[in-house]
């Protein structure tokens, strides 16, 4: 087994586990118990520092203690780690300048009538939008789209799974969210689920910064191909900021977290940071009202970081005219293309810019 392999084997390995946590047992699942013996490889997560396990607790009360423990203990653990210093040795796109500019929203993101999308899309009604754009265009996409397998998420947080030794995808979407809401994270983990059969054609594994500008971009292209009202596309350009705000505070507040933990040690005095930082963006409040309800602090930590310049890119592509879809979604598959083929994630920034000049 070479590198590559190894790899792929770990990685459904665990996505395995984790879908039977849920008890989710994928079909045409392609991977031995022999093969899995073979596949003695550490995996690097994002960022590099070590993980503590997330304890299982029905007490609300106890389960904050715990967290609060854990969190105080991974901090410690990983003295002085800086996380934009972390994403220069990774050749990441900087995101200094974005952490320190104020991000507005307008009262328009809470205040969107829901009636007004008017059909509900489902998971399938979107496939079925996406079958006829690829056959229009002949595209290769489409086949690869009879791999996606779609389950329902129970835990309030919509998921795409990749199981790339049997080249397929398992997608958890949530149904707490309205309409709309379902509709945008369908897309996102839609648009994982295709990058994920372009990873697997190429093969070839990315970092999860990458995994994200092609869910977004993807994301970004069914939003734009299915959905036509001018007052919907606004709204979703809002979400999109909002988003955005959200991972800008969940990420300063991680880097504040790592740069002073003497003075946070406690559960309200974390609360309290978190709702300084939302106010530094000119927000009252973020989704999270409480420190630790925000996704992924302990299992992977400064995930939220990697959101940040995928949305960035998005907006900036929302303010041009994005009506021709099959130039847009060209331009994308072309653009993945060249991040698939790079060996690291050196100017990333710049691949972008060139990107965003032959499109618009």
């Not at 990315?206 to 994200?212: A, F, K």
């Not at 979400?239 to 955005?244: A, C, F, G, I, Q």
């Amino acid at each position: 087994m070479n590198s590559y392999e190894i790899k792929c084997v770990v990685e459904e390995i665990s996505n395995l586990h984790f879908l039977r946590d849920k008890n989710i047992v994928p079909t045409s699942v392609n991977i031995s118990l022999k093969t899995q013996r073979k596949a003695l490889f550490k995996q690097n997560k994002l960022p590099y520092i070590s993980h503590l396990p997330i304890m299982n607790c029905t007490n609300e009360i106890q389960l904050c203690n715990d967290m609060n423990d854990q969190m105080n203990e991974l901090i410690s653990q990983n003295k002085d780690f800086d996380y934009l210093n972390w994403r220069n040795s990774c050749l990441l796109p900087t995101i200094n300048t974005v952490l320190d500019i104020p991000i507005y929203l307008t009262e328009k993101t809470s205040i969107f009538n829901d009636d007004k999308f008017g059909k509900i899309y489902t998971s399938n009604n979107i496939i079925q939008e996406l079958e006829v754009f690829f056959l229009e265009i002949k595209y290769p996409l489409l086949y690869s789209m009879e791999r996606f397998q779609f389950y329902d998420s129970f835990d309030m947080r919509s998921y795409c799974v990749e199981l790339p030794c049997s080249k397929s995808s398992v997608i958890l979407l949530s149904n707490a969210d309205t309409n709309i809401e379902r509709f945008i994270y369908a897309a996102h983990e839609i648009g994982h689920a295709l990058f994920n059969s372009m990873k697997y054609d190429k093969r070839v594994i990315v970092p999860i910064e990458i995994d994200e500008i092609a869910a977004h971009l993807l994301e970004l292209f069914i939003v734009r191909l299915i959905l036509k009202e001018d007052n919907i596309l606004d709204y979703y350009k809002l979400d999109l900021k909002k988003r955005l705000v959200n991972n800008l505070v969940y990420t300063k507040f991680q880097m504040e977290l790592y740069k002073n933990p003497q003075m946070v040690k406690s559960n309200r005095e974390k609360d309290i940071l978190l709702k300084k930082i939302a106010k530094l963006y000119h927000i009252n409040n973020v989704d999270k009202q409480c420190w630790s309800q925000i996704p992924n602090l302990l299992d992977f930590p400064f995930y939220s970081g990697a959101y940040i310049f995928p949305q960035v890119i998005s907006l900036s592509i929302l303010k041009e005219d994005t009506r021709d879809v099959q130039k847009i979604f060209l331009s994308i598959i072309n653009f993945l293309d060249i991040l698939t083929k790079k060996k690291d994630n050196r100017n990333l920034t710049g691949i972008f810019e060139d990107f965003f000049d032959t499109t618009f």
